[in-house]
């Protein structure tokens, strides 16, 4: 029985790679003109000592401006309690024309160690300080070291694979 090798188009190979599901947040969560959340799945961690985490945004994108003027951001785990807004709202609506935490329903909370907004609903909130932004093709990735991380639900995170969110289970 001869192994025969089927070539995927790299797009399509690279959906087989799981990703977390986020909403980064970033800006004055008293301001609602310079705040704004953006759905992300191109997110990891990249060092232990220090903690630090990337994610991987378009400059074309509202979200990428304000952490390049704020140089801090949050990274607000989704669950399913947030599946919705992270696809409806977060993923699909610009923050330059809307308050999208206003669209959603969300009451922007206050994070512990940055002035970013962060998602009070999220199960898992991780702050981050910017150190470093790498412009890689067609996207930025902005580094970030880990200020702060605190759970505030027992909620299951969700991951994307193959274009769709699923459970961890």
Known sequence: MGSEVLELDPLEALSHIPHPLVVVTVGDPDNTEKRNGMTAAWIS???WDPPLVAVAIAPTRYTHELIS???EFALNIVSERLLDV???VFGSVSGREQDKF???GIEP???KKIRAPIIREAPIVIECKLVSAIR??????FIGKVVAAYRNNEDKPLVWLLSEPHRIE
């Open 45 to 47: 961690r990249v060092s």
């Open 109 to 111: 909370g206050k994070a």
């Open 86 to 88: 992270a696809l409806k």
């Open 102 to 104: 206003k669209l959603a």
């Open 69 to 71: 003027t704020f140089r």
């Open 136 to 141: 890689t093709g067609d996207h930025t990735v």
